[in-house]
């Protein structure tokens, strides 16, 4: 079965998966433990403007996206946190217009886009190295900031009130979670694409919170279910002749509902 692993196009997306699963284990945690979903949602399908950015400027899409995407996550995080009575409708008008701005800017760009698919429905078997080298330099400053504020992240997430009283900087933190949400899901992208980024961002973390409480603990966990999802779903993908990207988050998802009820009958 690793004889497929002769091939570079499969070692860049095994590549591409660990380094993409090590930031979805990691600020997934985060996003499932302050409930901020549909946040990320909104974060991840604005992103979609960044793209159609890229093209309009004759720049690389990747990097139009995490200009977008800082954007529209601090734009996002900051009305979640002044006016929370009605985030979610502001939210979803920002999402909204993301996509829409991504649509305006591509029908602006002239010439064919012949990848534009891959980064709605994700291309891991097209991860070129260069990509790998961008998910990398990302992966090193989710983890740097994470592990440097690490106990008052957890503290915002786990008591915000006590944050507050010893003088944690929350909200300054939460833009800064928000922004690294939306680089993860600017490296999500190539592999699972801006449709289903979120379900790889989520499932891993929420199906380690089944079992650990501990944070650090369930980084780690959701982290290796995210790379043994991506292996099992380029697996199934190569023989059975499927969309990766869907695979993957195919397998994540009956993963999550036989964990669901391996819980629930203890």
Same mark, same amino acid.
């Given at each position: 079965?690793?004889?497929?692993?002769?091939?570079? =196009?499969?070692?860049?997306?095994?590549?591409? @998966?660990?380094?993409?699963?090590?930031?979805?284990g990691?600020?997934g945690?985060?996003i499932? !433990?302050?409930r901020?979903v549909?946040?990320? %949602?909104?974060?991840?399908? $604005?992103?979609? %403007?960044?793209i159609?950015?890229?093209?309009?400027?004759?720049? *690389?899409?990747?990097?139009?996206?995490?200009?977008f995407?800082l954007?529209?996550?601090?734009?996002?995080?900051?009305?979640?946190?002044?006016t929370?009575?009605r985030? +979610?409708?502001?939210?979803?008008?920002?999402?909204a217009? @993301?996509?829409?701005?991504?649509?305006?800017f591509? *029908?602006?760009s002239?010439?064919?886009?012949?990848?534009?698919m891959?980064y709605l429905? %994700?291309? !891991?078997?097209?991860?070129?190295?260069? *990509?790998l080298?961008?998910?990398?330099?990302?992966?090193?400053?989710?983890?740097?900031?994470?592990?440097?504020?690490?106990?008052?992240?957890q /503290?915002?997430? =786990?008591?915000?009130?006590?944050?507050f009283?010893?003088?944690?900087?929350? +909200?300054?933190?939460?833009?800064?979670?928000?922004?690294l949400?939306?680089?993860t899901?600017?490296?999500?992208?190539?592999v699972? @694409?801006?449709i289903?980024?979120? $379900?790889?961002?989520?499932?891993?973390a929420a199906? /380690?919170?089944?079992f650990?409480? *501990?944070?650090?603990?369930?980084?780690a966990?959701?982290?290796?279910?995210?790379?043994?999802?991506?292996? !099992? @779903?380029?697996?199934?993908?190569?023989y059975?002749?499927?969309?990766? %990207?869907?695979?993957?988050?195919?397998?994540?998802?009956?993963?999550?509902?036989?964990?669901f009820q !391996?819980?629930n009958?203890?």
């Open positions: 079965m690793l004889n497929v692993f002769q091939y570079g =196009f499969m070692r860049n997306a095994l590549a591409a @998966g660990v380094l993409v699963s090590i930031a979805c990691i600020i945690t985060y499932v !433990i302050n901020i549909f946040l990320s %949602g909104g974060i991840a399908h $604005a992103a979609y %403007g960044g159609g950015l890229g093209y309009f400027l004759h720049i *690389d899409p990747v990097f139009g996206a995490i200009a995407s954007v529209s996550a601090l734009g996002m995080g900051w009305v979640h946190r002044r929370r009575e985030a +979610d409708t502001i939210i979803g008008v920002m999402w217009v @993301g996509m829409a701005l991504g649509i305006i591509l *029908d602006m002239p010439g064919y886009k012949a990848d534009l891959s429905f %994700g291309s !891991i078997l097209a991860v070129p190295t260069s *990509d080298i961008i998910m990398l330099v990302l992966n090193v400053i989710i983890i740097a900031l994470t592990a440097a504020f690490y106990k008052e992240l /503290a915002i997430s =786990f008591d915000e009130t006590f944050a009283v010893v003088n944690v900087p929350v +909200d300054r933190l939460y833009l800064m979670l928000v922004s949400i939306a680089v899901v600017v490296m999500t992208m190539r699972v @694409g801006l289903m980024v979120i $379900a790889l961002l989520t499932m891993p199906i /380690a919170g089944l650990v409480k *501990d944070m650090k603990r369930m980084m966990l959701s982290a290796g279910l995210s790379v043994l999802f991506t292996f !099992i @779903g380029l697996m199934l993908s190569y059975l002749n499927l969309t990766s %990207g869907a695979t993957i988050i195919l397998v994540s998802g009956v993963a999550y509902f036989i964990s !391996i819980k009958k203890k």
